[in-house]
């Protein structure tokens, strides 16, 4: 488990940026922590690093975005609207979760989490995120990968 303290949005999304140019395919980063913790700043700059120049927003209504022309394919879902794991296999949004042809991130990854286990698949790797509020621009950032 690494934590890594942010002061700032800028030094979040730099995070980001750095996973995103370090990313394999199959990696899915899931993302937990709550409303306003800084969840779509890091996929932001993760984005950013995959060299994805389309503006990344919250897809809580399209619930994943796919973002083409970076280094890889870029996935980002938010599960924020989906109570049960089934809401989201339902949504056809599993196979994201498990070796998506790309890199994945994750907000609210604690919908599909609470209903189980996430066994990484063969050759996925996962990263799952918390972030914590510490301070008005304060953020702590814990991380943890399996699988790979
Ligand atoms: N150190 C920090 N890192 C990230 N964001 C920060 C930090 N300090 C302040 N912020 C602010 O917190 C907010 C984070 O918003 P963001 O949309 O990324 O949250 P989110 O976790 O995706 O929320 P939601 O659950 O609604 O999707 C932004 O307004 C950002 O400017
Ligand atoms: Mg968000």
């Known amino acids: ?22 990313a394999q395919p199959g990696l899915v980063i899931g993302l937990s922590g709550g409303l ?8 932001a700059g ?9 503006r990344v927003q919250s897809p809580t209504f399209a619930l994943v975005n796919e973002h083409r022309g970076g280094r890889l394919p870029f996935f980002h879902l938010d599960l ?3 109570a049960l794991r089934q809401d989201i296999i339902a949504a056809g949004l599993e196979p994201y979760l498990f070796k998506p042809a790309g890199v994945a991130v994750v907000e609210w990854i604690e919908r599909w989490l609470k209903d189980g286990p996430w066994p990484p698949a063969p050759g996925m790797k996962m990263r799952r995120v918390e ?8 953020r702590e950032i814990c991380y943890e990968d399996f699988g790979g």
């Open 46 to 54: 993760l984005a950013r690093g995959l060299g994805v120049t389309a």
């Open 1 to 22: 488990m690494v934590t890594f303290i942010s002061h700032s949005p800028a030094q979040t999304s730099a995070l980001g940026e750095q996973w995103g140019r370090e």
């Open 80 to 82: 924020y609207r989906l």
């Open 131 to 138: 972030i914590k509020t510490a301070g008005e621009n304060d």
């Open 36 to 43: 306003g913790v800084g969840k779509t700043v890091l996929a």
